[in-house]
């Protein structure tokens, strides 16, 4: 199946060289570009993408703010893509207030290509982009020093089991699928279930959020262990 994809910036030499290299994938279809956020929700809206590129810097409309646009769309709306922030580290304060409005990671915009690459297919396969750990460390930063305005987050903890609430801190943690099955003793099918049914009962979208959830609601905390 083609992944069909949108890029969002409002440099034309990064536009042209992401859309020259995905395009040459195979299983990969670039759609439709924009210069900005603004245009880049209306391009998205017709153009029905499996994953948006966005930066996170651009004129009319940033990124943060387009990507809330695409993710909480108004009444008739129905298609929600998956959003891939672009960034550098300048900037991360902004990508993670992307990850918490539904964005499924962040990529730097100066990655190998193959990064790029693999991140499309990532997150066009709803797995979230965690990686490399250094995102991870700066998840737990921005959620401690910035409280979540959710109401007691805590409290939907109290519906997970033992072992779904064991899952939820290993992924908080960035484990794989296959790592927190090793840890655990489990088959990694067994794992798979085990996250869908917190994503489902604590209403998240996918890893990203819950990573940003489990530190929030005070499940893991920066530098423990």
Same mark, same amino acid.
């Given at each position: 199946?083609?992944?069909?994809?949108?890029?969002?910036?409002?440099?034309?030499?990064?536009?042209?060289?992401?859309?020259?290299?995905?395009?040459?994938?195979?299983?990969? /279809? +670039?759609?439709?570009?924009?210069? #900005? %956020?603004? $245009?880049?929700?209306?391009?998205?809206?017709?153009?029905? @993408?499996? =994953? &948006?590129?966005? /930066? +996170?810097?651009?004129?009319?409309? #940033? %990124?943060? $703010?387009?990507?809330?646009?695409?993710?909480?769309?108004? @009444?008739? =709306? &129905?298609?929600?893509?998956?959003?891939?922030?672009?960034?550098?580290?300048?900037?991360?304060?902004?990508?993670?207030?992307?990850?918490?409005?539904?964005?499924?990671?962040?990529?730097?915009?100066?990655?190998?290509?193959?990064?790029?690459?693999?991140?499309?297919?990532?997150?066009?396969?709803?797995?979230?982009?965690?990686?490399?750990?250094?995102?991870?460390?700066?998840?737990?930063?921005?959620?401690?020093?910035?409280?979540?305005?959710?109401?007691?987050?805590?409290?939907?903890?109290?519906?997970?089991?033992?072992?779904?609430?064991?899952?939820?801190?290993?992924?908080?943690?960035?484990?794989?699928?296959?790592?927190?099955?090793?840890?655990?003793?489990?088959?990694?099918?067994?794992?798979?279930?085990?996250?869908?049914?917190?994503?489902?009962?604590?209403?998240?979208?996918?890893?990203?959020?819950?990573?940003?959830?489990?530190?929030?609601?005070?499940?893991?905390?920066?530098?423990?262990?």
């Amino acid at each position: 199946m083609t992944i069909r994809v949108i890029i969002v910036d409002d440099q034309a030499m990064v536009r042209a060289g992401f859309a020259a290299l995905l395009a040459a994938q195979s299983d990969i /279809d +670039v759609v439709g570009e924009a210069a #900005d %956020g603004r $245009a880049g929700v209306e391009v998205s809206r017709t153009t029905h @993408p499996d =994953v &948006v590129l966005m /930066d +996170v810097r651009m004129p009319e409309m #940033d %990124g943060l $703010a387009a990507a809330r646009a695409i993710l909480s769309p108004p @009444p008739g =709306v &129905v298609h929600l893509p998956k959003v891939l922030m672009l960034t550098t580290f300048d900037v991360d304060d902004y990508v993670y207030e992307a990850l918490r409005a539904g964005a499924s990671g962040f990529l730097l915009k100066d990655a190998p290509p193959a990064d790029l690459i693999a991140a499309v297919r990532i997150v066009a396969a709803g797995e979230a982009l965690l990686a490399p750990s250094v995102t991870r460390r700066l998840i737990a930063d921005f959620a401690t020093q910035r409280p979540a305005p959710r109401k007691d987050p805590s409290l939907r903890l109290k519906g997970l089991t033992p072992r779904e609430t064991e899952v939820l801190e290993l992924i908080a943690r960035g484990l794989s699928n296959r790592e927190i099955a090793d840890q655990l003793v489990l088959a990694e099918q067994t794992v798979k279930t085990h996250i869908g049914r917190v994503l489902a009962k604590l209403a998240l979208r996918d890893r990203a959020q819950a990573v940003i959830f489990a530190y929030e609601s005070g499940l893991v905390r920066p530098g423990s262990s």
